[in-house]
């Protein structure tokens, strides 16, 4: 089994496909360390979580955007406001996904896959090899 690491996606979609495409990453036998910062930046971050989600060997670590938006969908509030992308972040889930007010005032259901993987992400991950990604 490979191991590929990458970070920082913050919602492109499209750029993950070509970095999947060009270093011939396999989603069904090679390991992926997802370094985080899935949210805030591009308009994609729904699609991005369903591509980290088909990869089976997926370790997946908790950035400071995946931080705020875990709190966001938790609490309804988001500790660093709705700067530094989070609107781009919420566009996409409302683009995906079924509207609906929520007790906690949200317009749209974040599906339960996508919420687990959030609260499932990582502070840390140390490898068989005791290298230590964060």
């Not at 036998?29 to 591509?51: A, H, K, N, P």
């Not at 709190?71 to 889930?93: D, I, K, Q, V, W």
Request: aromatic residues 14%; hydrophobic residues 35%; charged residues 20%.
């Amino acid at each position: 089994m490979k191991t590929f690491v990458l970070g920082d996606k913050h919602g492109g979609y499209k750029a993950m496909l070509q970095v999947f495409e060009r270093s011939s990453f396999n989603s069904e036998t090679d390991r992926l360390i997802d370094l985080g910062d899935v949210v805030d930046g591009w308009s994609q971050t729904y699609e991005c979580v369903e591509l980290l989600l088909s990869c089976k060997n997926l370790i997946s670590i908790r950035g400071n955007h995946d931080y705020w938006w875990l709190e966001y969908l938790m609490t309804g509030n988001h500790p660093a406001g709705f700067h530094h992308g989070a609107s781009s972040t919420l566009l996409s889930y409302k683009n995906n996904c079924a509207s609906s007010e929520l007790a906690i005032g949200l317009s749209f259901v974040c599906p339960d896959s996508h919420l687990d993987f959030y609260k499932k992400q990582l502070p840390y991950f140390i490898d068989e090899n005791k290298n230590v990604y964060v």
